[in-house]
């Protein structure tokens, strides 16, 4: 799962850095409140390519990142409070929200007691399949892969092509070309196959992959019953939704529900997009959300929340922690809401 905003994040920090404009945006810019988007929480080191280092940040960081924020003026509040802050207009100071995708296991072992600390509420959005198996972490299989090989051949519908991996450019290049094929060559429902084909190449299990990074059940209901938790759907198997059929997109969505309530007993009234760029969802799929009964949906699009936002609340956007960018100076600048435009042509209102 490549973090494609990369280099307009790096010219756009670069530049607020710099020109020291940032800080006098933010009463123009800076919106209500912002929802933070985390995934792994670990002092684990990424791998020598850091293909998927994006998505990992440490404790420590999210111990300064907190503090900092709280410093800052902003109240941290669990996403059903972060919608009645949105809904009452952003009266009072700035709300922050952090949320965490696809459940990994380090959030339960290291995230909560930083989470603790602070007496910080926090949201984990739950894909069931990834729990159950039915779904994998084709990203992490997939560095994995090209880590391990020196070429790979990749079955295609116009044949075999060989993806040289003798180098670290050279892996990275396959790792975009296994990337690509499985996102817009193969179906969503047969990714599971065509990663197992590739995987086993490597002799790589995908579900032990997924099972060490992963909680499980009941590791899901242990941190669902926290007081400062919060559990919603990330959809079942976590597919692209918008390569689905109307049909396949809403059941992902209203199974996931089912599941979650009848693993934890509590029925998740807010979720995460998969993916959640523009080739992931659009405007289809926020009426799909609102058809499963969901409060609140984020994407990834990159924002702050802005009042506006109450007749968008199926389209929130977040601002990633990224792994890359474990610069608390990057997190104020992102507050301040000078980034949003700069990443949106122009636009300060994001939704999809």
């Excluded at 009266?91 to 965490?100: D, E, L, S």
């Excluded at 990749?154 to 094929?181: I, Q, W, Y």
């Amino acid at each position: 799962m490549i973090d494609g905003g990369d280099a307009v994040r790096r010219f756009a920090l670069g530049a607020a850095r710099l020109s020291g404009i940032a800080p006098l945006a933010k009463p123009l810019l800076g919106g209500i409140g912002v929802i933070l988007m985390l995934h792994r929480v670990t002092e684990a080191k990424p791998t020598p390519l850091g293909i998927n280092r994006h998505l990992m940040i440490t404790p420590r960081f999210l111990d300064t990142l907190i503090a900092d924020v709280k410093a800052s003026g902003y109240d941290f509040v669990g996403m059903d409070d972060a919608v009645e802050r949105i809904l009452g207009g952003g009266r009072g100071r700035r709300f922050a929200a952090i949320t965490a995708d696809d459940a990994f296991r380090d959030n339960l072992t290291e995230a909560l007691p930083v989470f603790e600390k602070h007496a910080t509420p926090f949201t984990i959005y739950v894909a069931p399949g990834l729990i159950n198996g039915t779904a994998e972490l084709w990203w992490e299989v997939l560095e994995q892969v090209v880590l391990t090989r020196d070429a790979i051949y990749l079955a295609t519908a116009n044949g075999t092509e060989v993806l040289d991996c003798a180098s670290p450019d050279r892996k990275r290049a396959a790792f975009m070309r296994l990337h690509d094929h499985l996102c817009s060559e193969v179906a969503e429902e047969d990714r599971g196959s065509a990663l197992n084909a590739i995987a086993g190449s490597a002799a790589i299990a995908p579900d032990d992959l997924r099972r060490h990074l992963l909680m499980d059940w009941d590791e899901v209901r242990t941190i669902a019953a926290h007081p400062l938790a919060t559990i919603g759907a990330h959809t079942v198997n976590h597919f692209m939704l918008k390569r689905l059929t109307r049909t396949k997109a809403l059941a992902e969505m209203v199974d996931a529900v089912t599941a979650i309530e009848i693993e934890t007993g509590r029925r998740p009234r807010h979720m995460a997009y998969p993916y959640g760029y523009p080739a992931a969802v659009g405007a289809r799929e926020v009426e799909l959300a609102a058809e499963a009964g969901f409060v609140s949906a984020v994407t990834t699009r990159h924002g702050v929340i802005r009042a506006e936002h109450a007749a968008h609340l199926l389209a929130l956007p977040r601002l990633s922690i990224n792994g890359r960018f474990q610069n608390i100076e990057h997190v104020r600048t992102m507050l301040t809401g000078f980034t949003t435009p700069l990443a949106n042509a122009g636009k300060r209102l994001v939704t999809v």
